[in-house]
């Protein structure tokens, strides 16, 4: 029996368990509302098929996967651990740069190419909306809570709310809403967007500055419950808000300069040109700061908050900071898709938004700006495939299942998530090696 | 060196009966400490004593709940510790490292002495996103002092590495030049040479002088090493169940007889064995 101990054999009876899992709980299309024709007391195949395992294809297709993940880290942990280990030594700072700069470049230009020519390849105004409806706005989402859980470590389950505010600040200030616009003076729509981000912002300082002093699972409550009452009240004031219709009427965005005029319009190609522009900015600030003293204070925090504060650094200030700053990017996701849609309404900004936010950072890699927008690429874009073209009799119900299972094979491969950042990466792998520098084990100084 | 004996005078930190409890637990009954400018005080005392109750209360870790704490910076100004927050007496100039060595371990080793030396750098947000002269001035001069402070250590040649890749001698290392990148007045050392062999023992020792010497920054160590402790202090108190058993030279508490029956008799005779 001592070949079960293998790392190998352990690892193909999780796998092979972990597909019995996920054909059990994804099921037969339509089953929990079809009873067995025979009902509970039948024959035991016909129960068991019941709950899917025999009954639907899929069984073989979760075994393939898995079969192919198995064969595919078989082979990644044969050959690959003697050239990952050594690379721990990181190159002298010039040489590191030139490497970067020469590689980097090509890569961003590329990058741009491909993406300045994306309206011209994709031609189907249905997918282009879905480009920037499904994915554009989402990656914003996903890299504003990822300065907030992947910078600086915390917990914010209630994220969506941003996104509300800057959907909601939009309607209000373009006069929309039942509640009369600021000053009883309507906004062009795409001058909202500094107020609408600022809007944000204020509301992530007001909300940080007393609940940022809560830790880990408190501030992910708190942060749970704010998203809830947004929800609540935005479905609830039909005076101000517009209630469970919301507003159907957001202006599309106009830029009126005097001498040139341009006007958005219904398509969705100069929305996504705009989108481009925004999740670059984003993207951009967002590294300068990881790479500044205040990301550097972010990974202090994360890492060990009593010794953060022993150099210095007031954690409460970086933490509001970074809610602030995450709040911005989920202030204008909300400006953009208002302005796309031109409706809005409370089912858009439910907390089962903030998690599916937050699957894509951990998706992508909590931490890697790159890591967290290609995750968004590819989740969503593979979502919207599904719940479209329906391959293998899937259903759009299901897709949690799905996203669950993914999660789980994802934690037990790739921690750090697809495209891993360095420093979380360096974490993971310390805490491994060592069992040291945690996030949790603050305030642990024992007495001797 | 009569610059120095000018300051020495000077106080550092003066604390005056401090009492910390925990619920009905008592963790420092009446202690007071007195800890003059420029001088390297030891604080030793048997398992569970207090040592580390007194830097937590010295860094506002822990709030005692009687009594006073008085840090004096090279300024000549006077603040009162309990209350305050511990990134406030940091940047007062209270500096300290832990016990369990504590190093961003997700950072490379010239990271983490970066961020010790930009804490008084005013960099903000807006500052490193528009990276405009005045950030890049401030991100100069916290290079030029880690890279001062990595050849002060020693670690200069590790200065890419990824800190949790260090030796636990070089971790110690790390984290004194951390702790000293923040410009502080005094560096409270909590069990510095705990799990370092013999000879990094030495080492470190040597470097703990050449804080006070060359950099001028007065030391508070815990230790329990007894040689290093009897080598490199020039006062040390002893505490015992909380309370201050003795004060004095290295001299005057081997002499002493209650220390010797409370902790050294037994401590040295563990020492040899």
New interface residues.
């Given amino acids: 029996m001592t070949f079960v101990r293998l790392p190998q054999v352990k690892r193909l009876v999780s796998i092979v368990l972990v597909t019995a899992v996920v054909t059990l709980m994804t099921g037969e299309s339509g089953n929990a509302t079809t009873p067995p024709t025979t009902g509970p007391h039948g024959a035991f195949f016909e129960r068991v098929s019941y709950f899917g395992l025999f009954g639907a294809r899929r069984w073989m297709v979760f075994l393939t996967i898995g079969l192919l993940v198995y064969g595919f880290t078989f082979l990644y942990e044969r050959y690959m651990p003697p050239v990952r280990r050594k690379v721990r030594t990181v190159t002298a700072l010039p040489m590191r740069l030139v490497q970067k700069r020469t590689s980097r470049f090509a890569m961003y230009a590329v990058a741009i190419v491909i993406l300045l020519a994306i309206p011209h390849i994709v031609t189907q105004t249905y997918w282009m909306y879905l480009i920037v409806e499904q994915v554009g706005v989402w990656i914003l989402l996903a890299e504003g809570l990822n300065v907030v859980v992947g910078f600086a470590g915390l917990l914010d389950l209630g994220y969506v709310a941003f996104y509300a505010i800057g959907a909601y600040t939009t309607a209000w200030m373009t006069g929309v809403l039942p509640a009369p616009p600021f000053l009883h003076h309507v906004i062009p729509t795409l001058w909202v967007i500094p107020i609408a981000v600022l809007a944000a912002m204020a509301v992530g300082v007001m909300l940080g500055i007393p609940t940022l002093r809560l830790r880990g699972d408190y501030l992910a409550i708190v942060t749970l419950g704010f998203a809830l009452i947004v929800d609540d009240y935005v479905g609830n004031q039909n005076g101000i808000t517009g209630g469970g219709e919301g507003s159907l009427q957001v202006p599309h965005f106009a830029i009126d300069l005097g001498f040139w005029h341009y006007h958005w319009g219904i398509g969705p190609v100069p929305y996504y040109y705009l989108c481009l522009i925004f999740v670059a900015l984003f993207m951009v600030i967002f590294t300068l700061l990881e790479h500044s003293r205040v990301g550097r204070s972010w990974v202090a925090i994360r890492e060990d908050e009593v010794a953060a504060e022993s150099i210095g650094i007031n954690p409460l200030k970086y933490k509001v900071m970074a809610f602030a700053i995450g709040a911005a990017s989920g202030g204008f996701a909300g400006v953009l898709s208002a302005g796309l849609i031109g409706n809005i309404n409370p089912t858009m900004f439910q907390y089962q938004a903030s998690i599916n936010i937050l699957i894509l950072v951990i998706f992508g890699g909590m931490g890697s700006i790159w890591g967290v927008a290609l995750g968004a690429v590819f989740v969503q874009l593979i979502t919207s495939y599904m719940d479209n073209y329906q391959p293998w009799g899937f259903q759009i119900n299901d897709l949690y299942m799905y996203i669950g299972a993914l999660l789980i094979v994802m934690m037990i491969f790739r921690p750090a998530g697809l495209m891993p950042s360095r420093r979380r990466k360096r974490e993971i792998q310390s805490f491994e090696e060592t069992g040291e520098g945690h996030l949790d084990d603050v305030l642990t100084v024992d007495d001797s | 060196m009569s610059v120095e004996t000018a300051v020495q005078s000077e106080t550092i930190f003066d604390v005056k009966n401090i009492t910390l409890r925990f619920g009905g637990v008592v ?1 420092l009954r009446d202690v007071s400490l007195h800890m003059k400018r420029g001088e390297i005080l030891a604080v030793i005392g048997p ?2 004593a ?4 007194l830097f ?1 209360s010295l ?1 506002g ?1 822990y709030e005692p709940q009687e009594g006073h704490i008085d840090f004096t910076d090279r300024h000549g100004r006077t603040i009162s510790v309990i209350g305050k ?4 007496i ?2 007062a100039g209270v ?2 490292t ?3 060595s ?7 080793v010239f ?1 983490n002495v ?3 030396a ?4 005013g ?3 807006v ?3 528009v ?1 405009g002269p005045a950030t890049r001035r401030g991100e100069r001069v916290s290079d030029d002092l880690t890279l001062e402070l990595l050849d002060f250590v020693g670690l200069r040649k590790d200065a ?3 800190a ?2 260090l030796s636990y001698g070089g971790r110690r290392r790390l984290e004194i030049a ?2 000293i ?2 410009d502080p007045d005094v560096i409270l050392l909590d069990e510095p040479a705990a799990g370092t062999n013999p000879s990094e023992k030495l080492e470190l020792a040597a470097l703990i002088r050449r804080v006070r010497d060359e950099r001028s920054i007065s030391v508070l160590l815990i230790e329990h090493d007894m040689k290093l402790v009897m080598s490199l202090a020039e006062r040390i108190y002893v505490l015992n169940f909380g309370g201050v058993l003795a004060e004095g030279t290295p001299a005057e508490i081997r002499a002493n007889q209650s220390v010797v029956e409370a902790y050294l008799g037994t401590s040295t005779t563990e020492e040899k064995g």
Avoid: C, D, P
Wanted: charged fraction near 20%.
């Fill in positions: 963790s398992n569970g207090g040592k580390t109750s937590n860094t870790v927050k511990t990134h406030r940091a940047r500096s300290r832990f016990q369990a504590r190093v961003f371990s997700a950072l490379t990271e970066k961020i010790g930009e804490s008084h750098a960099i903000g947000a500052g490193a996103i990276r890419n590495l990824i949790s890749a951390r702790a990148a923040t």
